[in-house]
C-alpha cells in the first residue's frame, strides 16, 4: 500500500471548497489592478496577453503561451506567480523528460517497509510549465488527469490537488526545431492560448535600459495572498450570465462543428471556459453580469487553439482553407447577438 510521509500530509489533502466571501467591486477592481501593475513592472506594453493572463487565473482555467524564443513568454508566467503569494513550482519540459518526474513516484521506505508517495511539481497553486512541446507526447500526456480533475493518480492511488490550480504553460511555435505539437485532448484542456509578439520600439529600449544590471523580476514581492486570490475568484464564480448570452456562446461553438472550413469543431469543454473566462472579463470590467460583448472577445483566444482546418488540395500539397482566427470572427459576425441581456434571465 502506498502511505504519505510526515509532513507533506497537510499539502496533499482533499482540495478544499472555495468559500471565500466574494468581494465588494471596489475591492476586486483594487486586487486585479495591483496584480496587473505588478506584472507590467516586467512585462512593459502588454497590457492585452497580461489581461487574458490574469482572467484564466481568476476563471480557474490554464494558459498557453505559444511564440518563438525571446519574447517574454516565460517571464510573463513567472511575473504573475511572484504577485500572487502561493505555492509555484516550475517544470523544465526537455526531451528525457518522464511522467513521473511530474506527478511524483512511490518509493519503498525500508524503515517503515511500504512505499511512500513522493509528490512532484505539479502539486502547486500555480504550474509554470516551461517549453512544454519539447517533451513527448507520453510525458505531456501525464498533465491531462492534473488539468481537468484537479487530482493525481499514481499507483492506483488518487491524490487530490489544493485550489487554486492553474497551469501556465509555454510553447514554442511547431515548425521550431526539437518540438512535439501537443496532443488535441491536451490544447482543448488549455482555456485560453494568447501570443506575446515583439515589443514596440520604446518598449523594448526600455527593457534595455531597465534590466542593464539586474533584472525587474527579481524586485517583485507578493500583492494579493491566497485568501484573497480565492475571494476573487468566488466573486467570479458569482457573475451573472443570462440563459441569451450561454444561447449566444452554444450557438457559436455549434456553428464551429458544423463549417465547411473546419474539420473539429469546438468541444463543449471549450463553451463552458468561454463562459467562464467572460464571467472574469465581465467582473475585470467591474460588471456583475456578462454581455455578448464579453463572448465575442474572448472567442478567439478560448476557441482558436481547439479547432482543426479542414484541408484542400494546393499544388502538390494541402493547406487550410483561411486561418483559424478568420474563420471564428466569420462565425461571429454570421451569429445573431442577442439584445437585452444585461439583467434578464
Do not use: W
Request: aromatic share 4%.
Amino acid at each position: 500500500m502506498n502511505s504519505i510521509p510526515r509532513g507533506i500530509e497537510q499539502d496533499l489533502a482533499e482540495a478544499p471548497v472555495v468559500r471565500a466571501t466574494p468581494l465588494s467591486a471596489a475591492d476586486f477592481r483594487s486586487l486585479s489592478g495591483a496584480i496587473i501593475e505588478s506584472v507590467e513592472r516586467v512585462i512593459d506594453g502588454k497590457r492585452g496577453p497580461v489581461e487574458l493572463a490574469l482572467t484564466v487565473l481568476l476563471a480557474e482555467g490554464h494558459l498557453l503561451i505559444e511564440d518563438v524564443p525571446g519574447v517574454g513568454k516565460t517571464m510573463l508566467a513567472r511575473a504573475l506567480a511572484r504577485s500572487v503569494d502561493c505555492t509555484v513550482n516550475r517544470i523544465q519540459f526537455t526531451p528525457d523528460l518522464l511522467p513521473s518526474d511530474i506527478t511524483g513516484v512511490s518509493i519503498f521506505n525500508q524503515a517503515v517497509r511500504e512505499f511512500e508517495f513522493k509528490p512532484g511539481p505539479i502539486f502547486a497553486n500555480l504550474v509554470i510549465g516551461d517549453e512544454i512541446n519539447r517533451a513527448s507526447p507520453k510525458t505531456q500526456s501525464a498533465l491531462l488527469e492534473s488539468m481537468e480533475e484537479r487530482q493525481v493518480t499514481v499507483d492506483g492511488a488518487t491524490y487530490s490537488l489544493t485550489a487554486p490550480f492553474t497551469v501556465v504553460a509555454t510553447q514554442n511555435p511547431v515548425e521550431m526545431e526539437g518540438t512535439y505539437p501537443l496532443p488535441e485532448a491536451q490544447r482543448d484542456r488549455f482555456m485560453i492560448r494568447i501570443s506575446m509578439g515583439y515589443p514596440d520600439a520604446a518598449a523594448e529600449l526600455a527593457m534595455l535600459r531597465q534590466r542593464e544590471t539586474s533584472s525587474p523580476l527579481d524586485r517583485l514581492t507578493p500583492v494579493v495572498s491566497t485568501n484573497q486570490l480565492l475571494a476573487m475568484i468566488n466573486t467570479v464564480r458569482g457573475v451573472f450570465v443570462s440563459r441569451a448570452v450561454e444561447q449566444y456562446a452554444v450557438a457559436i461553438a455549434q456553428a464551429t462543428r458544423e463549417d465547411r472550413d473546419l474539420r473539429l469543431g469546438a468541444s463543449p469543454r471549450a463553451t463552458l471556459q468561454l463562459v467562464r473566462a467572460a464571467k472574469a472579463r465581465a467582473a475585470l470590467d467591474a460588471r456583475e453580469f456578462v454581455l455578448p460583448d464579453d463572448i465575442d472577445a474572448l472567442a478567439v483566444p478560448v476557441f482558436a487553439h481547439r479547432l482543426i482546418p479542414a484541408m484542400r488540395a494546393s499544388g502538390g500539397g494541402v493547406a487550410p482553407t483561411d486561418s483559424i482566427a478568420e474563420i471564428v470572427y466569420r462565425i461571429l459576425a454570421a451569429t445573431p447577438v442577442p439584445l437585452g441581456t444585461a439583467g434578464s434571465a
